[in-house]
């Protein structure tokens, strides 16, 4: 065969340009980048392997992990972004990360931090990358336009900027969730009965990424729903038992590796219960950049945590009961237009809802989101899958708000502010940057609105019209 005669695939071509795009906006970042998140991951590895620290439960051991990485950098480190960093950690550390997460990362011991850095971050892109083409192939009706649509996310969607600057894992937790839908993907139903164990493995990946950062623990029950949905109580059981199996894998191997019978413990304590010898303070407000929708209505309302909650409740319960009557209502006009279609109850509705992966990975995305009490803008990563999902939706209207989704995530105000900010004639506190501060936050916290728009009309039925 001649060379002029081999085909190469128009994808391949397309997957190159994005791994050139990935690398220079990488590279665009890594100088600039400290990675203060990074830091405490990367730390806590080399201290715990240094055998230096008395016990590996890291959340009490903080204070020592901190003077071994203080007297590290004064002792030896010519790194000038590890020197910057341990600036900004010297005084204290936040070990708000999840067992798991600190089980696997002491694990590794990489002495040089920037290398480390250089390494992490790039595979975060590759990562980043290997998510698009995923969610690519899951797609149906307009995989290339969501394709494009990630490459641009990687000029134009900050929350990912962030990511790399702060050295987190919302691109990882990104990754996970297109690896989970590419498998849901493969469950069409005349493949079900030969892939018996794909629905095991979407419910551990669910369990895995939901433990590792609980920002998305929703995708669990979620992912539990959707394959009730598709297989039945009866065919759940063998899928039930290895889900249980790889879940108490998860929750054990982090105590046995932090040398700890209590470090789930200690960590809700730490974090989610508000522990008075922690210092991590999830309900910070706004002008700390806390851009979750409770801290910017706590901040106009003075209303207390529980109250918000509540409301957030009220409003889901709503907003979701009056879509399935719509959807109800539709169907109900179908079957007596045509009474040859079949009169389906609720339970049917619930269970034609549950079975689309696409509606409930969203659903749990969307809803982390809008009860999360802190949100950094990295956070907001996980909002680009709901949004790629809905541009690939049948409907003008779904598209669009697919699309606003990820224009209200991306951030492009916030640096618009950054390149006024630069300009010599434009004070910090003038009327334009107050107002766009101010209109920034508010896109922000409610980003995840027009996603919820469009999941209700899913769910309604009004991409499915009779």
């Known amino acids: 065969m001649s060379a002029a005669s081999v085909h190469v695939p128009r994808k391949f071509y397309i997957a190159f340009a994005l791994l050139i795009v990935v690398v220079g906006r990488f590279g665009n970042h890594f100088d600039n980048a400290a990675g203060i998140d990074f830091y405490q991951y990367w730390g806590t590895g080399l201290a715990l392997k ?13 204070k020592t992990i901190q003077a071994f990485l203080n007297a590290l950098v004064d002792r030896t480190s010519p790194d000038p972004r590890l020197k910057t960093v341990n600036q900004y950690r010297r005084a204290s550390l936040e070990f708000a990360g999840t067992p798991l997460l600190f089980a696997l990362w002491s694990l590794v011991s990489l002495p040089d931090y920037s290398q480390a850095f250089l390494w992490f971050s790039f595979g975060k ?16 009706r307009n995989g290339s336009a969501a394709f494009m649509t990630g490459i641009a996310m990687l000029v134009l969607f900050l929350p990912v900027s962030s990511d790399f600057l702060m050295g987190n894992i919302n691109l990882v937790q990104f990754f996970g969730i297109c690896l989970i839908l590419y498998f849901c993907s493969l469950l069409t139903p005349g493949k079900v009965s030969h892939l018996p164990g794909i629905p095991t493995i979407i419910l551990g990946l669910a369990a895995f990424f939901a433990l590792l950062k609980p920002n998305i623990f ?10 009730l949905a ?7 059981v063998p899928t039930l038992l290895g889900t249980l199996l790889l879940l108490l894998s998860f929750l054990i191997f982090p105590m046995i590796q932090l040398d700890s019978a209590t470090i789930w413990l200690d960590w809700y304590h730490r974090t989610l219960a508000g522990d008075v010898h922690g210092n991590i303070a999830i309900w910070s407000p706004v002008k700390f950049g806390n851009l979750s929708v409770h801290a910017y209505m706590q901040d106009f309302t003075s209303m207390p945590p529980e109250t918000l909650t509540k409301m957030s409740w009220l409003f889901l319960t709503l907003t979701l009961g009056l879509a399935l009557l719509a959807r109800m209502r539709r169907e109900r006009h179908a079957h007596l237009a045509n009474p040859g279609l079949p009169a389906l109850s609720l339970l049917d509705t619930l269970q034609a809802i ?8 969203a659903l749990a995305l969307i809803v982390s989101t809008l009860f999360m009490p802190l949100i950094w803008l990295h956070y907001l990563v996980i909002l680009a899958v709901p949004g790629l999902l809905l541009i690939d939706a049948k409907t003008r209207s779904l598209r669009l708000l697919g699309l606003l989704t990820l224009i209200c995530a991306s951030d492009l105000i916030g640096q618009l502010i950054i390149t006024l900010r630069s300009m010599p004639a434009m004070q910090e506190h003038s009327v334009i940057i107050v107002i766009l501060h101010a209109t920034r936050v508010t896109l922000l916290a409610f980003s995840w609105l027009p996603a919820w728009v469009g999941i209700l ?3 309604s039925g009004q991409e499915t019209k009779p």
């Open 50 to 62: 240094s055998g230096q620290i008395p016990n590996a439960n890291v959340y009490r051991q903080e």
């Open 125 to 140: 892109a590759l990562l980043f990358m290997a998510g698009i083409l995923l969610l690519e192939r899951t797609l149906t």
């Open 218 to 227: 929703l995708i669990f029950p979620c992912m539990f729903l959707h394959i």
């Open 230 to 236: 598709r297989l039945g109580w009866r065919r759940m």
């Open 354 to 361: 549950m079975a689309d992966a696409s509606i409930m990975m």
């Open 457 to 459: 009309m899913k769910v």
